[in-house]
């Protein structure tokens, strides 16, 4: 499981610290290169691969990496 | 970047040009998503008008057109009518579609041509700075009205149906899995669809008419002022209605062309 932020994409709109079920992204107070204050993810191991972050993304710029196996 | 991101974008043109919290981007996320859903990316061509959602389809890896103000549907016509294998999606903004080409939208609904229309609904002209638009709410203070908005509304949804279009429905940017569904659903029907998405715009209408720069508090306005249709209580108007609205089968435009022709070339 891991979650990725890409930094050359996101714009720091915040909907993704929302949409989380289980609070996994908060502000981070980095700024990425182009400006923008960057979220970061905390305890990564509660996520339930929902999904939502990567659907709401207006930067289509969050990647949730399932380790799962496909059966 | 996603997956499906690195598959259907083109990557020298990134990053996106949308400001920060802006639905189009999720739209653009959407149909991406029913797109692959549905494995027919091949198939598909979009075009686009002018304004922030112009902008939508020019991301796509695919066949795509940035064609004049109000007129993305005439072209899609033509499109559709020189190659009716494809699946066309347009996509254009209030203004865009009911604003300067409504006499387009209102016509290609009356033939019912294999379209679909993706009509971006942010309440505003947001790209020149947030003059009032034909869907600005009644006493809402634009830059161009600075004492309140004296016209009532255009309601696109209504005027779909009136205008004869078989697959309506609206959405909004919080919808954003219904959103898909339903795309996916105008792309597989015949005949013409529309889909209007309430987005947030949080820079121009945002800060004129819903006093909320916040995109994620926008899209709160967004769930707490739409019910769903068949929920909706009897004579309150005071609440947006959201949901399918028609989804019925009528002979499609180039079939009657194609029907002509063979009868044509009989005699």
């Known amino acids: ?71 | 970047m996603q997956e499906l991101a690195e598959k259907y974008l083109r990557r020298n043109s990134l990053p996106f040009i949308f400001c920060p919290g802006c639905g189009d981007g999720q739209i653009l996320n959407a149909t991406i998503r029913a797109i692959d859903s549905l494995g027919i990316k091949d198939k598909i061509a979009c075009t686009s008008g002018i304004g922030c959602s112009g902008w939508i389809p020019v991301y796509l890896d695919l066949d795509v057109m940035h064609t004049v103000h109000g007129r993305a549907i005439p072209v899609a016509e033509g499109l559709k009518l020189s190659a009716p294998e494809k699946d066309i999606i347009v996509f254009t903004g209030d203004g865009d579609c009911i604003g300067i080409g409504g006499n387009h939208f209102i016509h290609a609904a009356r033939r019912n041509i294999d379209l679909t229309v993706v009509m971006v609904n942010n309440y505003i002209y947001g790209m020149t700075g947030g003059q009032k638009a034909p869907t600005t709410p009644l006493k809402a203070k634009t830059k161009t009205s600075p004492y309140g908005n004296e016209e009532r509304p255009f309601d696109g949804v209504q005027l779909a149906i009136a205008s004869g279009a078989t697959y309506v429905a609206r959405w909004s940017t919080y919808h954003i899995q219904q959103l898909e569904n339903s795309i996916k659903k105008a792309l597989l029907h015949e005949g013409f669809s529309f889909i209007e998405v309430l987005s947030q715009c949080p820079v121009q209408a945002g800060r004129n008419i819903f006093k909320e720069k916040d995109p994620w508090k926008m899209m709160q306005i967004f769930k707490n002022n739409t019910v769903l249709k068949g929920k909706e209580k009897k004579g309150d108007q005071s609440k947006i209605v959201i949901g399918e609205f028609v989804n019925k089968e009528e002979k499609e435009y180039s079939q009657y062309l194609a029907d002509i022709r063979r009868e044509i070339n009989e005699n």
């Not at chain 1, 981070?28 to 191991?45: A, C, D, F, H, I």
């Not at chain 1, 509660?46 to 059966?71: A, F, M, S, T």
């Open chain 1, 1 to 71: 499981m891991k979650i990725n932020i890409d930094e050359q994409y996101c714009q720091g709109c915040g909907i993704c610290i929302h949409v989380c079920p289980k609070n996994i992204f908060q502000l981070s107070g980095k700024r990425s290169k182009r400006g923008y204050l960057m979220p970061e993810t905390v305890n990564e191991e509660n996520c339930i691969e929902c999904g939502l972050c990567e659907k709401y993304c207006p930067d289509i710029c969050i990647n949730v990496v399932k380790d799962r196996v496909k059966k």
